[in-house]
């Protein structure tokens, strides 16, 4: 039941406790694996995304774990992500690292196997569960912090829900992918600066984009937000993440050393509009193929003006996604499944913007920061939920 209250002139939709919608969070997800787990004879195996098309990663989890399930295809991310979680910190690479097909840049998303391998002490017969229990954790604590950021917004706490009905993250969810932990981050990011704490939010920050590597741009996204409504520029927003990559980066790379071929790079991006117009021509051929991308294609164009509109830093934040989608290869952008993954943030930020009142979020709220005052009910308005 929603209900309202006044606090020094700010209306706040307060509706669920946020831990409340967090446990709902949680228990969706929790309801989306068991309907992949029930009829795979709740076989956890099915979320580490072995395909039958990908022997060489197929084998090495048989060679752990005994009898495993496969997709039939090629698989997805989390057959990676279960041989980092084996050893996350690379320690016997001929191992674990060789069966990633790009160890360099596999190696950059840490953070997911680091916690879902226990820091390096859970054997691979864990490490399979604690993959998926790491995933419906994440998802609880994103709808958890983003029922958090709609109360300091004066909105509804149900808003959090879109963490975990938001379709590309439950793609990441069925493919044991570190999409979920990344969001959560940089939610957990935004609810700092809220309560006025950049340097948690800048440490969150990094954490997202050890998680997977491209959040950093959601960071610049805030960074830019922050610089129009403060006119200041809050550089540790990105040069924290940028600095935690490259720690990591040089460590991966000393321990890659031993390995040949440990390769780099992605398919994932093309020149500017060389996807998209590419994707075009596949829906041409295959016109049944846009019925599923053209609802994923009307959010991301109506998103746009909305986010310029509203300045909210969730908002803001998932922008320069939009900008990413114009330098994704036609690999992704054709594919519902890979495009709703790549711009994931959107799918969240566009119910706030619809439904949480236009306003300018930092020149708004609080200025600890900047030495001046804060009124205590705009204060309590944002640092509580």
């Known amino acids: 039941m929603d209900r309202r209250r006044a606090e020094g002139?700010?209306?706040?939709?307060?509706?669920?406790?946020?831990?409340?919608?967090?446990?709902?969070?949680?228990?969706?997800?929790?309801v989306i694996a068991l309907r992949v787990l029930i009829p795979n004879a709740m076989d956890p195996t099915i979320f580490i995304a072995l395909g039958e098309d990908a022997p060489v990663q197929t084998e090495y989890a048989v060679r752990l774990l005994g009898e495993v399930t496969t997709r039939h295809d090629l698989g997805h991310d989390g057959k990676y992500f279960f041989a980092q979680a084996n050893d996350p910190w690379y320690l016997d690479p001929e191992q674990h690292?060789?069966?990633?097909?790009?160890?360099?840049?596999?190696?950059?998303?840490?953070?997911?196997?680091?916690?879902?391998?226990?820091?390096?002490?859970?054997?691979?017969?864990?490490?399979?569960?604690?993959?998926?229990?790491?995933?419906?954790?994440?998802?609880?604590?994103?709808?958890?912090?983003?029922?958090?950021?709609?109360?300091?917004?004066?909105?509804?706490?149900?808003?959090?829900?879109?963490?975990?009905?938001?379709?590309?993250?439950?793609?990441?969810?069925?493919?044991?992918?570190?999409?979920?932990?990344?969001y959560a981050c940089c939610l957990g990011a935004l609810y700092a600066l809220v309560d006025e704490r950049s340097w948690l939010a800048s440490l969150l920050f990094a954490a997202a984009a050890l998680s997977r590597e491209v959040m950093i741009v959601f960071a610049v996204g805030v960074f830019v937000l922050w610089w129009h409504d403060r006119r200041e520029l809050p550089w540790r927003f990105v040069i924290t993440p940028l600095v935690a990559m490259t720690v990591w980066y040089v460590y991966l790379h000393v321990r890659l050393a031993s390995l040949p071929g440990a390769g780099g790079g992605t398919e994932?991006?093309?020149?500017?509009?060389?996807?998209?117009?590419?994707?075009?021509?596949?829906?041409?051929?295959?016109?049944?193929?846009?019925?599923?991308?053209?609802?994923?294609?009307?959010?991301?164009?109506?998103?746009?003006?909305?986010?310029?509109?509203?300045?909210?830093?969730?908002?803001?934040?998932?922008?320069?996604?939009?900008?990413?989608?114009?330098?994704?290869?036609?690999?992704?952008?054709?594919?519902?499944?890979?495009?709703?993954?790549?711009?994931?943030?959107?799918?969240t930020a566009i119910p706030f913007l619809i439904v949480v009142p236009t306003r300018e979020t930092f020149r708004?709220?609080?200025?600890?920061?900047?030495?001046?005052?804060?009124?205590?009910?705009?204060?309590?308005?944002?640092?509580?939920?």
């Open 9 to 30: 002139g700010v209306t706040v939709r307060a509706g669920a406790p946020p831990w409340l919608v967090g446990v709902v969070g949680f228990a969706i997800g929790t």
């Open 97 to 182: 690292a060789a069966v990633l097909d790009r160890p360099a840049y596999r190696g950059q998303r840490m953070l997911f196997p680091l916690i879902a391998g226990g820091f390096g002490f859970f054997p691979p017969s864990v490490v399979v569960w604690s993959m998926l229990i790491t995933n419906l954790l994440a998802m609880a604590l994103g709808a958890f912090l983003a029922a958090k950021l709609a109360t300091s917004w004066g909105a509804s706490t149900w808003l959090g829900l879109w963490v975990p009905l938001n379709i590309g993250l439950l793609f990441e969810l069925d493919i044991g992918g570190a999409g979920i932990l990344a």
């Open 268 to 347: 994932n991006f093309a020149p500017p509009f060389v996807g998209l117009f590419e994707a075009f021509g596949w829906w041409f051929r295959d016109p049944a193929s846009l019925f599923y991308e053209l609802p994923l294609i009307a959010v991301i164009i109506a998103f746009v003006p909305f986010a310029l509109r509203n300045h909210l830093s969730i908002g803001w934040g998932a922008l320069p996604f939009v900008a990413l989608a114009t330098i994704l290869s036609v690999n992704v952008v054709r594919e519902p499944f890979d495009l709703s993954r790549a711009l994931a943030p959107v799918f």
């Open 364 to 385: 708004t709220y609080g200025s600890r920061d900047r030495g001046t005052s804060v009124t205590p009910s705009s204060d309590r308005s944002c640092g509580e939920g």
